[in-house]
């Protein structure tokens, strides 16, 4: 198909309102339907050496434009449902980090830690430095006739 500048600026003109009414109509959004509506004709205009002399040419501009529109609904869409998905999970994070501060016991995580240091540390010490820490901790009576039930024998250690 044939067109030169002059005739493809009246179709341009001549369609510019109500194919844009037609897009915003879908789209919600003038400035995007107007966008759309420019690439459509740009489009149309890259084509225009290959379509067939008997070509409907405004009905062919809309329908770039409907494929136009639809693609643009659709990458909204899928934004939305990404939106939607991130939003969710970021509420999840907040609720699990919200949950797990409000059940945090500092004095438990000190205690442990305190705990661990001590046991590690008992564990570098020689033997005989370990039980006479040990001792230290759980005297025992310096006479084997004088253990009883109550005298830690193993203290874990």
Known sequence: MTIDLPTFNDIFTTYWPRFVRFAASYLHDDAIAEDLFVESMMTFWQQRQSLPDNTNVPAYILRIL????????????????????????????????????????????????????????????????????????????????????????????
């Open 66 to 157: 409907q494929n136009k529109c639809i693609d643009h609904l659709r990458h909204l869409k899928v934004h939305e449902e990404y939106s939607e998905d991130r939003k969710r999970i970021h509420q999840w994070d907040l609720s699990t980090r919200i949950s797990s501060l409000e059940n945090f016991v500092p004095e438990e995580v000190m205690t442990r830690e305190i705990e661990d240091i001590v046991i590690k540390t008992i564990a570098t010490l020689s033997e005989e430095t370990r039980q006479i820490f040990m001792i230290s901790l759980f005297p025992f009576p310096v006479s084997e006739t004088s253990v009883n039930e109550n005298t830690p024998q193993n203290p874990g250690w």
